[in-house]
């Protein structure tokens, strides 16, 4: 199979470029690389792993002198190596499946709570907990649906001609609001605890 290998950057043409890596290499050094960790955890005797690591060895220099000596393209080559190292890859999982597991639960005895990664990821992405989350956000709607509805009375209060009062007749209701909230939550302060514990996701 023949193709061409597409590196995308700005080169000026009718000149001759230098890729920073060559594809070939990377692709080597990635495969080699897998089946070392592979030997090092599936095969047990230092002779048949030092063998092992010999054979692949000489595939990378077979590949790499294939390509040279124009046998094989560069992209035949890069393919040969990707589909070895999915292939290695593919039995290492096969092989540690049971022992990564082991090591996981090695590392977590029990893993955390929905609620305890809810706690976590709030205070570190916003610095609040979950639980002043939830008050700050009864204090907040509290305070809109008190200017909300303060704003409903307005034409009844002051009527039509008289803005400064609507403006503090609204701001009256948003702070009225935001206090009422304020001791709902201070008051739901249980309930929020209890809350805050469900795993309702």
């Known amino acids: 199979m023949t193709g061409s290998i597409e590196v995308l950057g700005q080169y000026q043409t009718q000149s001759v470029h230098t890729l920073p890596g060559s594809p070939l290499d990377e692709a080597l050094a990635s495969m080699e690389g897998v089946a070392t960790r592979f030997s090092l955890d599936a095969i047990n005797d ?22 040279a000596a124009g046998r094989i393209s560069s992209q035949a080559g890069v393919e040969f190596c990707h589909e070895m190292r999915n292939k290695i890859m593919a039995e290492h999982r096969k092989l540690t499946s049971a022992t990564g597991l082991a090591k996981a639960q090695q590392h977590k005895q029990t893993p955390p ?27 907040i709607g509290a ?54 514990n469900w795993e309702v996701f």
Not at 168 to 186: F, K, M, P, Y
């Open 143 to 196: 305070g809109a649906a008190g200017g909300f509805l303060a704003g409903l009375g307005v034409s009844l209060v002051c009527g039509p001609g008289a803005p400064f009062c609507a403006i503090a007749l609204v701001l009256a209701g948003s702070a009225a609001g935001g206090v009422a909230g304020s001791l709902a939550a201070d008051a739901l302060d249980d309930e929020l605890e209890e809350l805050s």
């Open 46 to 67: 230092a002779q048949t792993r030092a063998s092992y690591a010999a054979n692949i060895k000489r595939i990378s220099a077979q590949v790499r002198s294939d390509v």
């Open 113 to 139: 709570t929905l609620p305890e990664l809810f706690e976590k990821y709030a205070a570190r992405k916003f610095g609040k907990k979950v639980k002043e989350t939830a008050r700050q956000g009864m204090i």
